[in-house]
């Protein structure tokens, strides 16, 4: 996640959420009430990983997982859209 987290803020577009390299807290133009409350209340660095795969260290075998998207990621991007 460091490595995802330093590019995105080097391209001026750090995660929501992200108290490291996010920077201080800075509302978009024309959001409502409800959008303002949910960034400022978004607890968490905005980012999941819906696959994740590797090659076990001692069998080396494939391993895989795959997640839903947590519900307060899903209501942000439902926010973050209808502003």
Excluded at 32 to 41: E, P, T, V
Excluded at 69 to 81: F, G, K, Y
Aim: net charge positive; aromatic share 4%.
């Amino acid at each position: 996640t460091h490595q995802i987290r330093v590019h995105m803020a080097h391209l001026r577009h750090p995660l929501v959420g992200d108290p490291v390299y996010g920077g201080r807290s800075r509302i978009p133009p024309g959001c409502g009430r409800d959008l303002i409350a949910h960034l400022q209340n978004f607890r968490r660095q905005a980012l999941h990983a819906a696959r994740l795969g590797l090659k076990h260290p001692s069998t080396g075998r494939a391993c895989e997982w795959t997640v839903e998207m947590p519900r307060d990621l899903c209501a942000l991007i439902e926010n973050l859209r209808n502003p």
